[in-house]
């Protein structure tokens, strides 16, 4: 078949197709907060550590609202991959291992002592890990997406990028309101909020939170669906604001998920290394595999997560002077237990061994900032800070097998269950792991802008860093078994003679990073700016349940030397805003998860995977065509591949990925648009119409020297559409809203993983792979 810049050309039909209206995605969000201010269209972000208008802010920033969020599949990171084309996800089995990618960079790591490469940060509060993140966003004002690495104004687990998230405020009035979603398969939703003035200077918003969905994938073992979800929350904020230059806010959330998510459904036949149909006796037990249209599992122990997670902050900004100086104090609570069938069958069958894993993490983390904000506008304008976390994580890790052998009169070439009559009596080997990281992070910021005429600008800013890691790990087995590798802990490391002293080690690093950006004004509504940025992730280890001594060496920083252009448009008057960005990004020691065989089960070796680079161009778009009817959109075009590839301490040469093989969840086109209309009636009621879809072309999922694992782990070009209309109060204080998903039925997998029974692979297959149906209604008080 003939392919198109990596899209074969039944792809590049719809693309082309679909580029009328690409202009979507990461503007949804600009649509929504133009509508919110009809004069101007002016959009607010607080990119810089400080709010300024989007148009002013020289780097590549996607803007999602809360209102684009509240009305995709599920209000969640995972959902604005549909909104911001320069934005993927990888899904897995628990949120402890989802991992979000920018133009094609992120960090995939099962290891307790690995950060994120894209930091998240909701009101100024850095979370330190990644699936902090992945639960519900209820109640948001909008999401930033910051392209490219951030490292000087938000921290070291910003080499790829910053989702900047803020919530709605309280207000110094009663109101509120109140919101209930039903969806085809038993999905609901509903939320809540109130603002109560407590007194002429203090507000307060509470809101809370409350969904379930019964699943996508039936399971045969249990009877019944699973990859579905059990969400409670809530969330209590308080504003002081007395005038005088002082104004305080505390806020504290709190969440509880149950979430029997997400199964690997086995979606191909056995294959022999070669790719090849091949025979296994497992699948006398499987059900028929259908590929992204497999919908089926046969697993006695369902894959779930239990998860539970709190947290308060407050944050004091008081003038002083002219200047600002703000106090932002937080302390985070994230409880994550991660259970998992790891065999995919219903019960242990010779040949075919039971293995069952429960991994309870807990985490904690205090963070503290101090900035000292300049007025904006002046000839020279600066923000100043500090900053310091702890994060602390353990985890004790147990995996469980039944191993069983056929007796010397049992029938061949059938399927022996363990515990039969033709089963030799089964053992059951165990192992559990203790382990767990201390991230200590000390840095001083600063960022300033200096007007050299009043159209052109210098933006410069340095980050000095101090990173120290502490990390420990003890293991014991009682029987060698499947992905069980006998004991680990120092004794075994120094002496090869376990002594029950948990293995500890530690590194310390050191790290000056920075930008600088020219920025110039080519006419009122026109802003250019070129910019380069030293991005730096800090040092990590493998630490995991099947550590070995080759793998206890530290894992270097990962740094990164990040070019940028962009032109900021503000057209008619406001009314169209066109932002375009060209990139080339290449980043040094990678860190990256590379296949392994660890005891007979694959497993990932956390390392410096080496030297990878990315490139592409961007572009965002919303369009104002009236005061009811908005068109906004985005396109990304992403070359994120690897340059130089670093075998893993150990591993045999055919190790080495070549370069030139592109990275996972890189797609090279990435699309979205939204077209959203009201039609004012003059009656009771006005009518709502809503169209928006989204295209990606393939990806890669299985990022592998193995040429053939690639190729199979290769997730095909999609793309998806989405309908809806409602009716809505003329005063907006009420809306009733009917839509369908995935309008056509596209079956899709989010991610495709090897290492199934007889050599299959196992796809994550998301929500929003198949056709739906819903209704949403709201009312505001």
Not at 463 to 476: M, P
Not at 536 to 544: D, E, L, Q, V
Not at 595 to 607: E, I, M, N, S, Y
Request: charged content about 15%; overall charge neutral.
């Amino acid at each position: 078949m003939r392919v198109w810049g990596g899209i074969d050309m039944k792809s590049k039909a719809y693309l082309l197709g679909c580029l009328p209206l690409f202009a979507l995605g990461s503007a949804q969000a600009l649509a929504q907060q133009a509508a919110d201010s009809p004069s101007s269209g002016e959009i607010v972000v607080t990119a810089q550590k400080r709010s300024e208008s989007l148009h002013s802010v020289p780097l590549a920033v996607s803007v999602v609202s809360g209102a684009a969020l509240s009305a995709a599949a599920r209000p969640s990171i995972e959902s604005a991959t549909q909104l911001v084309p320069a934005l993927n996800f990888q899904k897995s089995g628990t949120t402890l291992n989802q991992t979000i990618y920018l133009r094609g960079v992120g960090t995939a790591t099962f290891s307790i002592a690995g950060e994120p490469s894209v930091s998240t940060v909701v009101d100024g509060v850095v979370y330190a890990r990644s699936g902090e993140a992945f639960s519900d966003l209820v109640d948001i004002a909008q999401l930033e997406v910051l392209r490219g690495p951030q490292g000087t104004l938000f921290g070291k687990n910003a080499s790829a990028g910053v989702i900047n998230i803020t919530s709605q405020m309280p207000k110094n009035e009663f109101s509120g309101s109140v919101e209930a979603n039903y969806f085809e398969g038993n999905e609901w939703r509903v939320k809540g909020a109130v603002n109560v003035p407590m007194s002429q200077n203090l507000s307060a918003r509470f809101t809370a939170f409350a969904s379930g969905y019964d699943g996508n994938i039936y399971n045969i073992a249990t009877k019944s669906k699973v990859n579905g979800y059990d969400h409670v929350g809530g969330r209590a904020q308080f504003l002081y604001n007395p005038g005088n230059g002082v104004k305080i806010y505390v806020a504290a959330d709190y969440h509880r998920n149950n979430d029997n998510c997400c199964a690997d459904v086995i979606a191909t036949g056995p294959l022999t290394a070669a790719g090849l149909p091949s025979t296994s006796l497992a699948f006398n037990a499987l059900p028929t595999p259908k590929g992204a249209k497999t919908r089926m599992i046969n697993q006695n122990l369902v894959t779930s997560t239990q998860e539970d997670g709190w947290g308060i902050s407050g944050q004091a900004d008081i003038d002083v002077g002219s200047h600002t100086v703000t106090s932002i104090t937080a302390y985070r609570e994230w409880n994550n237990t991660e259970i998992r069938d790891g065999d995919w069958l219903d019960r242990a069958y010779v040949g075919f061994n039971q293995l069952h894993d429960n991994g309870p993490q807990k985490s904690n983390t205090f963070s503290q900032e101090l900035r000292l904000t300049s007025p904006a506008g002046k000839t020279f304008s600066y923000v100043l800070g500090a900053y310091y976390s702890r994060a602390f994580s353990e985890r004790i890790f147990t995996r469980k097998d039944e191993v069983c052998t056929a007796t010397a009169t049992a029938p061949s070439g059938v399927l022996i269950p363990c515990g039969s009559s033709n089963a030799n009596a089964s053992t059951f080997p165990t192992g559990t792991a203790d382990f767990g990281s201390t991230f200590n992070n000390f840095a001083l910021f600063g960022q300033s802008t200096l007007k050299l005429t009043d159209q052109v600008r210098v933006v410069g800013g340095l980050r000095y860093t101090h990173d120290k890691l502490d990390v420990f790990h003890s293991r014991s087995t009682t029987l060698a078994g499947p992905g069980i590798n006998g004991n680990f802990d120092q004794g075994v490391y120094d002496t090869g003679v376990s002594n029950g002293v948990p293995f500890r080690t530690g590194i310390s690093k050191d790290n000056i990073s920075g930008k600088i950006v020219l920025q110039g004004d080519l006419s009122r509504d026109v802003m250019a700016y070129a910019s380069y940025a030293r991005g730096y992730k800090g040092p990590a280890y493998n630490i995991f349940f099947n550590l070995t001594a080759t793998g206890t060496n530290s894992i270097a920083p990962e740094t990164s030397d990040a070019f940028e252009a962009g032109l900021k448009n503000t057209l008619f008057g406001g009314k169209l805003t066109l932002n375009l960005a060209g990139f080339y990004a290449k980043y040094h020691n990678f860190q990256a998860n590379n296949p392994d065989l660890v005891a007979g089960v694959v497993v990932t070796r956390f390392t410096n995977a080496g030297e990878v680079s990315t490139q592409g161009v961007e572009a965002d778009m919303s369009w104002r065509l009236g005061p009811d009817t908005t068109i906004s959109g985005g396109l990304a075009y992403t070359d994120a591949h690897v340059v130089n590839f670093y075998a893993a301490p150990g591993a045999a040469a055919t190790a080495i990925i070549q370069p030139g093989t592109s990275l996972a969840f890189a797609p090279k086109w990435k699309g979205s648009l939204s077209l959203d209309h009201r039609w004012r009636t003059g009656g009771w009621a006005d009518l709502l119409f809503g169209a928006s879809g989204n295209f990606q072309s393939s990806q890669l999922s299985l990022f592998t020297p193995n040429d053939v694992q690639r190729q199979m782990g290769t997730i095909p070009a999609y793309g998806l559409v989405n309908l809806q209309g409602g009716l809505v109060a003329p005063s907006d204080k009420w809306r009733v809203v009917a839509q369908v998903r995935n309008l056509f039925d596209q079956a899709y997998a989010a991610s495709i993983i090897n290492g199934g029974p007889g050599g299959s692979y196992r796809y994550q297959i998301p929500r929003d792979a198949m056709r739906y149906v819903g209704i949403s209604a709201s009312y505001r008080f």
